[in-house]
């Protein structure tokens, strides 16, 4: 055998064993502090590291080493960026015996500079898709890589590609995993801040539904039982989505609620939670707010509306609807803000119907909003219904509705009605 087959025959030995090596492991800092001290020692390298592209596109330097194990954050580990730079654009290897004597680099003030000699560099790719760099240097001696080396790394780097990439790929399915687990522990928390009953009072009949557009929600209602037989309730927004809008959701539904059990008046009670809201908090998410303090005994209604839509009163005797409009703006942003409180009177037979936005803002399949129009349809044909048929019939038209498109905002409904 010649010495050229023996080569041949060492190189695809050494290729196999480092295939071996490479994938016996899914941790992608494992698999790349063995790709690298393995090209390092088959060349005999002094220094080298093994640069990433991120998802924003950006070369990110990972492992790294010198022959004594430098790893990349200590100060003596410079090298040239102009040359990895090069490869990544050509996506092809280079091989440069003198750096210092070498037309395409010997004026780059970093190979000047770090008195670098021999490098090699060569693109981590998969199929044209480039996903990284392996580079190699001396900064002693010039000529200590020859072509063969190159291509000895250029083949090393094919089969690391596919090791590095599956690394990457069983990263992102522990951290989508990851994820999944903690929203649903988030949505599991924010399920137990929601009433899982209604109140149940005699003369009186409630209802209610919650339904979040993803795994957590930025909507959330409350019954907070008061002295004098009388019943606070809270319908609230976080005009916001996802895991931002549902952690305020708890900040402010826990607020609000603390409120509404230690001040006196409806309306110094919102003011309160609206100054801790805006204190406790160093980001800004408008909180739309409608809260209800109802006496049991003769149906008195005293509200406070912070920016939020308006509910729907229902007068049977008079078969009217009356809106419960603005007393003040939406918490959350200014401190010093007040608020104004109103009262109406709930006779037998009426009702007060609370919603958040979802409601409005679903969306069928031709991206066609259901809106007000819709909504009343169904109000008006449930006007006798009781309030846990009322809700159901509002969430069967909306589902009617949307058909398979998932709700875009979190959806919340509220119906007290007084028999």
């Keep these: ?37 393995e090209v390092v020692n088959a060349v005999k390298a002094e220094r080298g590291f093994v640069a990433l592209i991120d998802e924003n596109r950006e070369m990110v330097f990972h492992s790294a080493r010198g022959i004594d194990q430098v790893t990349i954050d200590h100060p003596e580990f410079e090298v040239s960026r102009g040359v990895v730079e090069e490869v990544a654009r050509l996506g092809e290897g280079i091989l440069i015996s003198d750096a210092q004597k070498d037309g395409r680099f010997d004026k780059r003030s970093s ?3 770090l008195n670098l000699h021999s490098i090699l560099c060569t693109p981590l790719k998969l199929k044209d898709n480039l996903i990284g760099v392996i580079y190699l240097d001396n900064r002693a001696l010039a000529g200590i890589f020859r072509q063969r080396d190159l ?46 009953e209604v109140p149940h009072f005699p003369g009186w009949d409630f209802a209610a539904c919650w339904h979040p557009a ?9 019954f907070i039982p008061e002295r004098g037989n009388c019943l606070n309730f809270v319908i609230a927004d976080v005009t916001d989505k996802g895991l931002p809008a ?30 801790l809201i805006c204190d406790d908090s160093t980001i800004s998410m408008p909180v ?44 959350g ?24 936005d ?56 509220m119906i007290i009605r007084r028999l």
């Design 1 to 37: 055998m010649n010495q050229s087959s023996s080569e041949s025959g060492q190189r695809f030995a050494l290729l196999y064993e480092l295939s071996q090596t490479f994938n016996s492991s899914l941790d992608l800092n494992e698999v790349l502090d063995r790709v690298l001290d």
């Design 111 to 113: 190979v000047l500079d």
């Design 151 to 196: 291509e000895l790394v250029n083949a090393i780097a094919a089969t690391a590609a596919i090791a590095i990439e599956n690394a990457r790929l069983y990263e992102m399915a522990i951290d989508k995993g990851r994820m999944e687990r903690e929203l649903q522990m988030a949505y599991q928390v924010q399920a137990s801040l929601i009433p899982k």
């Design 214 to 222: 993803s795994r957590v929600s930025g909507d959330f209602y409350d």
């Design 246 to 275: 549902a952690l305020f959701m708890a900040l402010s539904r826990s607020l609000v609620r603390a409120s509404l059990e230690t001040s006196g008046l409806l309306k110094d009670a919102i003011s309160r939670a609206n100054r």
């Design 288 to 331: 739309t707010l409608f809260a209800g303090q109802l006496c049991l005994d003769d149906g008195n209604l005293v509200y406070v509306n912070a920016g939020h839509y308006p509910p729907m009163v229902y007068h049977a005797k008079e078969q009217q609807f009356t809106q419960l409009t603005r007393t003040g703006m939406f918490m």
């Design 333 to 356: 942003f200014e401190e010093q803000a007040e608020y104004e409180q109103k009262s109406i009177s709930l006779q037998s037979g009426d009702f007060i119907l609370c919603y958040t």
């Design 358 to 413: 979802g409601v409005l803002d679903a969306v069928n399949t031709q991206n066609i909003a259901y809106e007000m129009e819709r909504f009343e349809q169904v109000i008006r044909k449930n006007l006798e219904a009781s309030p846990c048929e009322f809700v159901e019939a509002i969430e069967k038209s909306i589902h009617d509705f949307t058909g398979n498109t998932h709700l875009n905002d979190d959806l919340t409904i």
